[in-house]
């Protein structure tokens, strides 16, 4: 070859490199975490998930991804150095056999979801679809067999984890009754549903040290006096569902996020699905990840900490729920105020306080803003498919404050609720944070590097 044909192909290669780090690898949008949560959520939907359990699955589907991008990625801490009793028996470094360890990562957060989930078999047709997909874009079947059983292994090791977190032990606790004691929660129209999860605080957490760790402030004690502060807070449910604007209105629609709504007409009954909060919330982690280009490695990341964060936010919530076992805005002004009031959203089946949007909006927010930082702007498309449209945020934080008011505006919390889960879920954030800081992660963004305060 002469040196003038060598230099032209070495100058047609350069080019071919650059366009090639210019554009991303054509594996890039296959390779996006996003659509594997995407199809997971879908599952949960289907499934009908109630908001506790949908946070448990959202941390142990990412954690096995999580924990074979932080073999290969040594700027991110072993899940073992934040996670509680995390065991180090996936010794994935020890693998020799030539892998993919992305694409490792994304088989495995939809087989550990496959794995959990009540109809994951369902999402057996998307792992297919996945690999058929690299496999036409030119990925090797030896390098996507090797790849799929590292993944596999990263699955069993978390879904073994899972098995000592005490979920299976549930249906083996005493039945929750309601009472009908003044002051008491009892089921709501229209569907009166049981109790959702009463003992939930048994679960392990991830991170928090208890269920009890963050307990809120005291609550207003329960009264009928009209001069009482109780009275108050019922009554500023019931004045400002009179007069909701506009804007009020769609917030409170927009952060429904209910699993599983039934709407009556005559002897009909009919149930609407939707996303769960903590899904909500995943949701805008992936897209804000993928708006700032955080790339595989570090979306990986902000999911499976989001997803520790809404499992630990819910146990925490849940503990204060039926401790308190507080009465719902619906059944206190039926009773003595209005008996043919109703919310604007349907009330949720389990105890008021506190409230579990503000709780897990404001972890979540707190969290997302270390990683991604305060200012960073974004519109929220996830209720889309949901009939809510799409709404704009400058941060997470304001994201969390709407979140938390949402439930004011639907007639389903008292502010009280609301203002002290806005700090439980704030404290249990900045704890997370602590913890995160502690085994070595760093902000993701300069933004997030300048805008977390705390």
């Known amino acids: 070859m002469s040196p003038r044909i060598r230099l032209?192909?070495?100058l047609l290669f350069l080019l071919s490199y650059s366009r090639l780090q210019a554009h991303g690898s054509p594996l890039d949008e296959q390779l996006n975490p996003g659509k594997a949560l995407d199809a997971i959520n879908m599952t949960m939907v289907h499934d009908v998930v109630s908001p506790p359990v949908a946070g448990r699955y959202y941390a142990y589907s990412m954690l096995g991804a999580?924990?074979?991008v932080a073999t290969h990625n040594k700027s991110l801490p072993s899940p073992q150095s934040f996670v509680k009793s995390f065991p180090p028996t996936l010794r994935l470094d020890t693998i020799t056999a030539k892998y993919d360890y992305r694409i490792a990562a994304y088989y495995s957060i939809l087989e550990t979801a496959r794995l959990l989930l009540p109809s994951g078999e369902n999402l057996a047709e998307e792992q297919a679809s996945f690999l058929q997909t690299l496999e036409k874009k030119g990925v090797k079947p030896s390098l996507l067999a090797q790849s799929v059983k590292v993944g596999k292994l990263a699955s069993a090791a978390v879904v073994g984890f899972s098995k000592t977190d005490s979920y299976g032990r549930l249906s083996a606790l005493k039945r929750y009754t309601p009472l009908k004691a003044e002051g008491m929660w009892y089921p709501t129209p229209p569907a009166y549903m049981e109790a959702v999860e009463p003992n939930w605080k048994t679960i392990r957490p991830m991170i928090i040290d208890s269920a009890n760790a963050f307990r809120p402030a005291?609550?207003?004690?329960?009264?009928k006096d009209t001069t009482s502060a109780f009275y108050q807070q019922v009554k500023g449910v019931y004045d400002i569902s009179k007069r909701l604007t506009a804007d009020q209105l769609q917030i409170a629609q927009f952060w429904d996020c209910n699993p599983f709504a039934v709407n009556t007409s005559g002897h009909m009954s009919i149930g609407f699905k939707k996303i769960s909060p903590?899904?909500?919330?995943?949701?805008?982690?992936?897209?804000?990840?993928?708006?700032?280009?955080?790339?595989?490695?570090?979306?990986?990341?902000?999911?499976?900490?989001?997803?520790?964060t809404l499992m630990d936010a819910f146990i925490s919530c849940w503990e204060i729920k039926y401790d308190t076992n507080r009465i719902r805005p619906e059944t206190y002004i039926n009773r003595y105020m209005d008996v043919k009031w109703q919310p604007i959203l349907q009330t949720p089946p389990f105890?008021?306080?506190?409230?579990?949007?503000a709780v897990i909006s404001n972890a979540s927010a707190e969290?997302?803003?270390?990683?991604?930082?305060?200012?960073?702007?974004?519109?929220?498309?996830?209720?889309?498919?949901?009939?809510?449209?799409?709404?704009?945020?400058?941060?997470f934080r304001q994201a969390a404050a709407e979140a938390s008011v949402s439930r004011f505006y639907g007639g389903i919390h008292y502010i009280e609720s609301i203002d002290n889960?806005?700090?439980?879920?704030?404290?249990?954030?900045s704890f997370i944070v602590a913890k995160m800081r502690t085994a070595?992660?760093?902000?993701?963004?300069?933004?997030?590097?300048?805008?977390y305060s705390k």
């Open 66 to 68: 999580y924990s074979i």
């Open 440 to 451: 070595g992660f760093k902000p993701f963004t300069t933004a997030a590097a300048v805008g």
């Open 218 to 223: 005291p609550l207003t004690p329960f009264s």
């Open 351 to 357: 105890p008021e306080y506190t409230s579990g949007h």
């Open 421 to 429: 889960g806005n700090a439980q879920g704030k404290k249990i954030g």
């Open 278 to 308: 903590g899904g909500h919330w995943m949701n805008i982690a992936a897209l804000v990840s993928k708006q700032a280009k955080l790339g595989f490695d570090k979306t990986v990341a902000v999911l499976c900490v989001e997803g520790l």
């Open 367 to 395: 969290v997302l803003t270390y990683l991604l930082g305060d200012k960073l702007a974004y519109i929220d498309n996830t209720e889309i498919p949901f009939g809510s449209g799409e709404r704009p945020f400058t941060s």
């Open 8 to 10: 032209l192909t070495v």
